[in-house]
């Protein structure tokens, strides 16, 4: 085989391999060594979901968060955000590992990052929003059955104390306003919260900038030329 045909099959099975990557994990290599996060639909934790749900698998995202910190190729992480939020235990577990992360990260909010999509948001070393992108902050909820014992409601106040404790020490916003945020009564999304639209998460000092994904990678490149 001539060199240009072993050329051709090398570009070929690349791409293929990239296009399997996007399909089964929604994550991809861009140029310059910037490794591609997206973060859609429902967060899925250790219950599968129905087959027709659009999810972000926690057991596909972590291993590859992993092999970008041990990866001396991988420059920066950009992490993109369309959820509806998802699994709290699973949601916080993506959090943290991108907040570990040696490597530069922006994230970039598109349609909105709700619920456990906060964290995840405000979880890498800059975040943007586009214009029109949402996020909604709200008390923690859970379907099925549930035991009406002042225990139930002790678990779900640790846990809203994990997430707004979380958002709170990686994002500008104070805890006492995000507390409030989440438990105001003004805006009925399902029972209570807030939802903020694009500037509104800026000004809320939990997003740092309006911008979409020009100013996202531009950002990105910035942050790892300073740590060059």
Do not use: W
């Not at 699973?90 to 598109?110: F, R, Y």
């Not at 586009?130 to 225990?151: C, E, L, Y």
């Not at 507390?179 to 399902?190: R, S, V």
């Not at 639209?197 to 300073?226: F, P, R, S, Y």
């Amino acid at each position: 085989m001539s060199e240009k045909k072993k050329e051709e099959a090398a570009d070929t099975e690349k791409i293929v391999k990239e296009g399997e990557a996007v399909k089964d994990y929604g994550q991809l290599i861009l140029d310059h060594k910037i490794h591609l996060l997206s973060v859609i639909g429902e967060i899925e934790g250790h219950e599968c979901l129905s087959s027709n749900t659009k999810t972000t698998k926690y057991e596909h995202v972590l291993p590859q968060l992993a092999a970008i910190e041990d990866s001396h190729e991988t420059k920066g992480l950009l992490v993109l955000l369309n959820t509806v939020g998802g699994d709290v235990e699973a949601g916080l577990a993506i959090a943290e590992m991108i907040a570990s992360l040696s490597k530069p990260t922006v994230s970039l909010v598109l349609g909105g990052s709700h619920s456990i999509g906060v964290p995840i948001a405000v979880s890498t070393d800059y975040s943007y929003i586009v214009k029109t992108g949402t996020m909604v902050i709200h008390p923690v909820r859970m379907n099925g059955t549930v035991i009406g014992a002042p225990q139930t409601y002790d678990y779900f106040k640790q846990m809203q104390d994990r997430i707004l404790g979380f958002i709170s020490e990686h994002c500008e916003a104070r805890r006492e306003r995000l507390e409030e945020l989440m438990l105001d009564t003004g805006i009925l999304t399902k029972d209570l919260g807030t939802i903020l639209v694009g500037g509104q998460a800026v000004e809320e000092g939990i997003i740092d900038e309006v911008g979409g994904i020009c100013d996202a990678i531009a950002k990105l490149h910035e942050l790892i030329c300073k740590s060059a």
